[in-house]
DNA sequence: CTAATAGTTGACTAAAATAGTCGGTTATTG
DNA sequence: CAATAACCGACTATTTTAGTCAACTATTAG
């Protein structure tokens, strides 16, 4: 079992997402700017995602990505599923041929770890993330310190009004 | 965060230790041979249980290690922090120093996911693991296959006397 | 005393995963 | 047509995993 930055990651950058839905697609260069990850690295996370279907994508100027789903409908299980191929815990993917054929000494205790631990993530949606105050103090931080995008899309718009 | 082999090695070699307990100190070669662990591996896991105190150590003949608690005060937590450097699913070691010096959007999540598995894996010890009836019939089978281990012995007790 | 046993230590290594980069292609819009 | 932004594949440096190997030390049986 793996949780690292690109689990990580990809969690983020869907709340990004959810949190900057509304106004149209959210380019995978404004994610970056905002949650300060590489561009090159959000289009292979995407990939994934897109191939999970949790995300459909609008190419094009003004183009990027939108949430495939309602924000009740993601929970943070399926993202980290999408790009780390499963959280479990077992060696043996739970086939139980852990040891030469059958199951090693603690086979159960990871087959209840990882129980534990999908519960809990697949009980959290983006929108319950959305909910969560510290979240909502970051997300405006966030805003706040990367306007320039903002104030960019606000010109850009002005130009092509 | 990480739970690969090295802390399920662990785990199962002190579960090992405490099944064989009661007859003396179980030498790395035993635990090697019934679990299906590189013995030197187990060296390597074995120094970091020790410097943790959670195995004591008997040299020479007939030596090997030991519990260095009772089996209720060991708990999977402990055994997988002593040879992993902890189960911490945030980025920044809940310094809270994710994105340039601030949390990042999704801190508490990973913080709340990390107390959610220590205090689930820090509330099993090894005298729980022992009395799972899996645990008790796994164990049966390996001492019935590594049966051979213990007639050498025999044997070897028989020529040496 | 000595030979065998078994822990102790440090250095080394192959393979895999992580966390990217880079260059180019394709679709869309103005 | 030019700019934008998704898409795709190949490549890479670094780290971790999961070991191996060789040498050394302490202890015990004989």
Redesign the interface.
């Known amino acids: ?5 690109k689990g ?1 990651y990809a ?2 950058a869907m ?2 997402l959810a949190i900057h839905a509304g106004k149209g697609p959210v380019s995978l260069a404004d994610i970056s700017e905002r ?2 990850i590489s561009l090159s690295y959000l289009e292979q996370l995407f990939a994934k995602l897109r191939r999970n279907e949790l995300v459909r994508s609008v190419r094009g100027p003004g183009g990027g990505y939108q949430l495939n789903r309602e924000q009740r409908d993601i929970n ?1 299980a399926q993202v980290i599923d999408a790009v780390n191929e499963s959280v479990d ?1 077992t ?1 043996c993917g739970h086939t139980g041929s852990c ?2 054929g ?9 087959c209840d ?1 990882s129980s ?2 999908h519960d ?2 697949s009980q ?1 949606t983006l929108a319950d ?1 959305m909910e ?1 105050s ?2 909502r103090s ?2 405006k ?2 805003d706040r310190e990367h306007s320039s995008a903002f104030e960019d899309s606000l010109i850009s718009a002005k130009v092509t009004a």
Chains 1, 2 share one sequence.
């Open positions: 079992m793996r949780l690292t930055t990580r969690v983020t709340l990004d949650q300060g943070v815990a060696g040891q030469d059958s199951i090693c000494l603690t086979h159960h205790l990871w770890l534990q631990i809990f993530l959290i993330l969560r510290d979240v970051v997300a931080r966030q």
